[in-house]
């Protein structure tokens, strides 16, 4: 038994045979796929939309954890909960409003999810706490797959999962950014209960099923 949640971002993986990738993920073992949408404004890259959401929806019934990475979300949260997205993250410094965009969220009907770039305050993450199912700790800059794990997110990860228990246990925590076999020991280790990796799944080292293994791996033998 696996002591974490494994979220595979389809950023890395080839937009040419996206069904194929997200049903590999899926017959892999995957717990919920990653979706990673970016407009080129809060994010210097652009990727994808709504429609590449309601397409994921349609091949695969695993659930689908939305990423938005644009600026103002409150724009398209109702568009994206139409596509299929089951959790809805949102950047803390993409909005003027966050409680408000929380409350949204919520009454979308998708979970709540909350992300903080690597140097945003953990203050914001304590006092969103008690509205969230899921809190996600950036390891990268936002905005590309395969940057480097970013060491100082271990203690932001700790801190998140104190805040956490005192406050709201029902929320999970996620890791995003720089996940390699290497990475996911530490990362696990110091809280994360799900963990998203693109490169590491879908990049051209293995099979879907080999790279999923790899990180499955790497955990378990610690755990006794
Ligand atoms: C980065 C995205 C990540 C990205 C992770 O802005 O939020 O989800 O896909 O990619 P890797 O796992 O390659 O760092
Ligand atoms: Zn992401």
């Known amino acids: 038994m696996s002591s974490f949640l494994l979220a595979p971002s389809l950023l890395a993986a080839d937009f040419a045979k996206l069904g194929r990738c997200v049903q590999e993920a899926q017959q892999a073992g995957a717990d919920y796929l990653h979706l990673d949408v970016m407009d080129g404004r809060f994010v210097p890259n652009i990727s ?20 938005l990475m644009i600026e103002q979300p409150e724009r398209y949260v109702e568009q994206f909960a139409a596509a299929g997205a089951d959790v809805i993250t949102v950047h803390a410094e993409a909005t003027w409003h966050l409680h408000r965009l929380l409350q949204q969220v919520r009454e979308s009907g998708a979970k ?20 969230l199912d899921l809190a996600l700790v950036m390891s990268v800059n936002p905005g590309f797959g395969g940057q480097e794990f970013i060491q100082a997110s271990l203690g932001r990860l700790e801190a998140v999962r104190r805040m956490r228990d005192r406050i709201n ?13 290497t990475t996911i020991v530490s990362a696990v280790y110091s809280g994360a209960d799900v963990v998203v990796a693109g490169s590491a799944v879908f990049g051209s080292m293995g099979s879907v099923a080999e790279n999923v293994a790899r990180l499955r791996d790497a955990v378990a033998p610690k755990l006794s």
């Open 48 to 67: 994808f939309g709504a429609a590449v959401v309601a397409a994921a929806r349609q091949a695969t019934s695993l659930p689908l954890d939305v990423h």
């Open 169 to 181: 246990p029902n929320c999970l925590i996620e890791v995003d950014g720089g996940i390699t076999p």
């Open 112 to 131: 709540v999810g909350l992300a903080l770039n690597p140097l945003t305050p953990l203050a914001v993450m304590e006092g969103a706490l008690p509205y």
